[in-house]
């Protein structure tokens, strides 16, 4: 059975920092593009970081761009997003997904995996 599975979220202070993981099971993440998303409350949920098949890595919000640093470690199996200079409106449920093809989108559409999310609270 193919899953995913986040952790790492927490409460954290503005301009903190936290590191969310994605491990997988029941397949090889190299064989499939993972995306980084989240969720805020009322909000639609939103693609941040998409890493290739090949690897590479194409970011979509400029919101978090300069600050967010997706990556991979395929020994591991997991894929990371490293949140840095964290900010309230960054406070959302953060999911990673994965399709198996080539495709790298930060549109909700064409996920066929989808991790249950981890909540990040950024607040002082």
């Known amino acids: 059975q193919l899953q995913l599975v986040e952790s790492g979220g927490g409460l954290v202070q503005p301009g903190g920092s936290l590191r969310l993981s994605c491990v997988a099971s029941?397949?090889?993440?190299?064989?499939?593009?993972i995306t980084w998303f989240r969720q805020a409350p009322g909000k639609e949920r939103e693609g941040l970081s998409c890493?290739?098949?090949?690897?590479?890595?194409?970011n979509y919000a400029s919101s978090v761009r300069g600050r967010f640093t997706a990556s991979r470690d395929k020994a591991k199996n997991t894929v990371y997003l490293q949140m840095d200079s964290l900010k309230p409106e960054d406070t959302a449920v953060y999911y990673c997904?994965?399709?198996?093809?080539?495709?790298?989108?930060?549109?909700?559409?064409?996920?066929?995996?989808w991790g249950q999310g981890t909540h990040v609270t950024v607040s002082s």
């Open positions: 997904a994965a399709r198996s093809d080539y495709v790298c989108s930060g549109s909700v559409s064409g996920y066929s995996y």
């Open positions: 029941g397949f090889t993440f190299e064989y499939y593009t």
């Open positions: 890493i290739s098949r090949a690897g590479s890595i194409r």
